[in-house]
């Protein structure tokens, strides 16, 4: 009677070249699809960031133009941030710095037919690696809660939402 070694039976050791290289092509299409997806949606959540740094700097400037019939031209004014007035280009970092925000005033002259009205603009432009966001490139707001952005054709439309 013969024993049969367990050790002695044939069978694969492993994985065959043609296996791996499948698996390699599988992978690297997965990967290539996954990072440009996982990339536009970091950039979509960073965005909300600009747009509350924006309606918040807007809160606060009314807030600040009820008390003084004016709006600020600096941050100190209404409490955010230092500094004796709005800073020039590139502007205030916000958030986790991936926007710059710039905020223009405009003065009140109710000599010109029609009156001007006081107003401002606030912007928040898309810096470092927040920059390569073409959909939505900028947002702004001004003091008649006009809301928008600049991008693609639908950005005013789109990125605020």
């Not at 997965?30 to 990072?35: C, G, S």
Request: proline content about 6%; glycine content about 8%.
């Amino acid at each position: 009677m013969t024993t049969r070694n367990a050790c002695s039976a044939p069978g694969h050791a492993g994985f065959t070249l043609v296996e791996l290289m499948i698996t390699v092509v599988i992978l690297s299409i997965l990967v290539a699809i996954a990072i440009p997806a996982y990339t536009s949606e970091i950039r979509k959540s960073r965005r909300t960031e600009a747009r509350t740094a924006l309606l918040d700097l807007a809160s606060r400037e009314e807030r600040f133009y009820s008390t003084v019939n004016t709006y600020s031209t600096s941050p100190t004014d209404l409490a955010y941030g230092t500094g004796t007035a709005w800073p020039a280009a590139p502007g205030m970092s916000v958030g986790s710095g991936y926007y710059q925000v710039t905020v223009t005033t405009t003065a009140a002259d109710p000599t010109t037919t029609p009156p001007t009205l006081a107003g401002y603009l606030i912007t928040a432009t898309a810096v470092g690696p927040q920059a390569g966001d073409t959909q939505c490139a900028t947002f702004f707001v001004t003091q008649t809660g006009q809301q928008g952005a600049t991008g693609s054709a639908t950005a005013s439309t789109d990125c605020w939402q």
